[in-house]
């Protein structure tokens, strides 16, 4: 299930465009909590920038060996490089937003100011 689609229609993220692959474990209110908190900081510091794609490991478990899942939710950070993992239902904003390198917006709008 993907959020945005950042692409150029190629499937290849386009250059600042994040990539991200939250895996959880069917609807319980930890997961749920982890979707609503990644929405709302793509949303808040991403601006469109992003590619979010919820993974359920009960309905895909292969999903978890490619990129060795083994706690969830789990929040991992594909493009751009390195890739990175945040495990947890994220609502530690500042937390996730250091794991993704990005700087909150309220300072990034001070930097540009």
Do not use: H, W
Not at 99 to 107: H, N, R, S, T
């Amino acid at each position: 299930m993907n959020e945005r689609d950042g692409d150029g229609g190629d499937g290849v993220p386009s250059a600042g465009q994040y990539k991200l692959r939250l895996f959880i474990t069917g609807s319980t209110p930890r997961s749920t909590r982890a979707i609503e908190n990644m929405r709302r900081i793509c949303e808040e510091n991403l601006d469109g920038r992003y590619d979010l794609e919820v993974v359920d490991v009960y309905q895909d478990p292969e999903a978890t060996r490619e990129l060795q899942i083994i706690a969830t939710p789990t929040l991992v950070k594909i493009l751009p490089e390195p890739l990175r993992r945040i495990i947890g239902d994220l609502s530690d904003r500042e937390r996730v937003l250091a794991g993704l390198d990005i700087a909150p917006l309220d300072q990034a709008k001070r930097k540009d100011a």
